[in-house]
């Protein structure tokens, strides 16, 4: 029996009419006049046509990720409405039914009663011996699983005795799931102004107009320029975004100085604040002007071939450095247009490279780690975005992890490892949605839940990184200033440097404005403890970062440098005086870095061949005026 959604549809004319090519006439429906007449089978062919089929409707990416979000926000609040619940029904219990014991059980048995420290739930807890048979007995006023676990949780710290315990608490035993801190800091000021020079349409001071370029070097030295830009990298970037593999591609970019991702290279070094730049090729170009060209120039070759070839890995490569080069050109529509297509193409290229352990798939492992923490960046600075969803999903790529080439160079390593614990750091698939919407000022109050799964996300990074790449005892004890001053490795200063100052972000979103430090307890989830460990993380902060500019000033990075200058002046107004004291000198040290750093970009300049990117000239000019509007010396 066919099928009701199949329809039957006799085709004319029959088999064989059809064959031989002969008119078909059939008057009675049964046999044609043809068969008839020839004494032949009629046979008519029936063909099944089935219904068309229901297609399903597709969703996209960013809608599941949203519908993933609203998901993720409905279980936190029926998390916290159930844990309200059971604290109200234990609360309602242990006020109708104590534990007594008769006078006749004290006779026979030896009764201890005792309630865990700090306690906030009521707990019962009576344990009784029999002298008889020697058994234990444990009467409590839990009623369920659930009472267990939270009693064994505070229970533990009765029996527990660590000589650190005033430093190094488990931030898991520190507040219960009803606690809920308001942001005290949505946004950092220098956030606001880095903010407004990257928008496109709030641009507050005067563009940056290059003079028109009259004359350029001659081929040869253009060429030269750009081994020389491409060198520089491997000596200066390399150690903070080893992206490119220096045994690969160094020489191979200096070999073909014209193809696209070696123009597109040196166009972001050559805009870049790098201080280890020297042009001896006379007065006829300057450093921005020759790196506008290489900019113009790799991007007329994307544009020809964008949509003519297949994603690759180079073009890959090539937009993420010329989205860099747009920004610092004050390209904003364009650069926001390649980090997106970067962005996009670095997910399509990953069937291709995932799973893979050679040269190229680990470029492109560590590729798509930094475009996609640039992209975010972007989607917060440029977009105002309050949804992330197109960089929050689980990531499954692995981390960056150094090859077989890199090992033999002890430095070199330590750059890579601190490349991978930075995009460890920065990439958290636990609670990653809620620490970006935290970081943005979104989330609004926050969990003190929330607050303790990064802590602990954060403590478990650290406890993970090898103790040759760790400065100082972590976010909770003052480091010491010996330790930073030994250290001359740029990487290993920087990654620790981005560390505290992760700490010191999303802590001082919940910090207290003034708190008298001196009773402060790290046993208690507040923003009195956000105030303290802001502080400690500002103080290491401080100390590495000048450090670096000792060492290396070129990796300095100016948006970590300035949010760190902005908590040390907000400390400086502290009531507790040591803490005062202490930020009023970091303060100090620190300005004296930044100023020896702005005075080598932008313009005036004392290095001569400082970088004149309009989007330094900005930042230069918009970080004077929040120095005088703050009163910073």
Known sequence: MKSLNVRQKRNKPCENCRTHRRKCVNRDHSTCERCQKLNLECVYKI?????????????????????????????????????????????????????????????????????????????????????????????????????????????????????????????????????????????????????????????????????????????????????KMIKTFFRCHHWIIPILIKSHYEQLLSETPDSLLSTALASFVAYSQCFHIHLEQGPVMTRTEFAEKCRVEAKETVQEVLFETEPSLELSLTLWLLSCSSFYAQRNAEGRTYSSLCWQMVNALKPTFNRRTDVESEVWRRLFHRIRFHEFNMCRAVDGSQNFSSVAHDVEVGTPTPLACEQSDETLLKAVLCYQYTTRLTTKPDDEMATLRMMAGVLDPVPARTLQHIECTLLRLWNSTPSGLRLGSGPYDWIDPVVVTRCRHPSILRFNAIFYVHWLSFQARVMSDTADLNSVTLARIDGDRSLLIASICSDAACKIFCQLAAVMPCLVELHWLMMCIDILNILSGSTHRPSRVRAQRNLADITVVLKRHMDCIGHPSSYPSASQAPFLNQIKEAIVTYMLVNNIP
Not at 131 to 138: A, F, Q, R, V
Request: net charge positive; glycine share 0%; aromatic share 8%.
């Open 47 to 227: 063909s099944e046509k089935p219904s068309k089929p229901v297609s399903k409707p597709t969703v996209s990416l960013v809608k599941r990720n949203k519908l993933f979000e609203a998901v993720w926000l409905l279980k936190q609040e029926t998390d916290t409405i159930q844990f309200q619940l059971s604290q109200l029904k234990n609360a309602l219990t242990t006020t109708t039914t104590p534990t007594t014991i008769t006078n006749e059980a004290k006779q026979s048995q030896d009764t201890i009663q005792t309630l865990p420290a700090q306690s906030s739930m009521g707990w019962k807890l009576t344990i009784t011996s029999k002298s008889n048979n020697h058994e234990l007995h444990l009467q409590t006023s839990i009623r369920s699983m659930a009472d267990l676990s939270f009693f064994l949780k505070e229970a533990f710290s009765v029996f527990t005795r660590d000589s650190q315990q005033h430093l190094h608490h488990s931030p898991t035993d520190l507040a219960s799931s009803t606690q809920f801190l308001p942001i005290t800091l949505k946004c950092f000021k220098t956030e606001e102004t880095f903010r407004n020079v990257v928008k496109k349409e709030k641009v507050f001071v005067r563009p940056y107009k290059p003079p028109p370029l009259q004359q350029t070097w001659p081929d040869p030295v253009l060429q030269q320029v750009k081994v």
